[in-house]
């Protein structure tokens, strides 16, 4: 079994760029495909990036495409997302999920989820 761990949330302003990452206590997380999501008050968690266990293949949400990336590096056992050009609506509880199947887009598909971490932008 994986637990994914979520670092790097805080405090940033409009415009500011900030780096999330995921590791894993348990099994290694190349073992696994992983996706991050996002949760915003009032809302209901939706998908932002995903990454196959190599790393060769990624999927993004239309609304971050371009300025979020997804990438992995499984020596280090991390996964990391890079968020760029941060606006107010990008506030929200970030969350890495992983699955034993890959790559996926679709929330119920993942088995294993950490505590999310809270990014918080500010104008």
């Known amino acids: 079994q994986v637990r994914p761990v979520e670092s790097g949330g805080g405090l940033v302003q409009a415009g500011d760029s900030l780096t999330l990452s995921c590791t894993t206590s348990?099994?290694?997380?190349?073992?696994?495909?992983v996706g991050w999501f996002r949760r915003a008050p009032g809302t209901e968690r939706m998908f932002l990036a995903a990454?196959?266990?190599?790393?060769?293949?990624?999927h993004y949400a239309d609304s971050v495409q371009g300025r979020f990336t997804i990438s992995r590096d499984n020596a280090k056992n991390m996964v990391y997302l890079q968020m760029t050009n941060l606006n107010l609506e990008d506030s929200a509880i970030y969350y890495c999920?992983?699955?034993?199947?890959?790559?996926?887009?679709?929330?119920?598909?993942?088995?294993?989820w950490g505590q999310g971490t809270q990014v918080t932008v500010s104008s």
């Open positions: 999920a992983a699955r034993l199947d890959g790559l996926s887009w679709v929330e119920s598909l993942y088995d294993y």
């Open positions: 990454v196959s266990r190599t790393g060769g293949r990624t």
């Open positions: 348990g099994r290694t997380l190349g073992d696994y495909g």
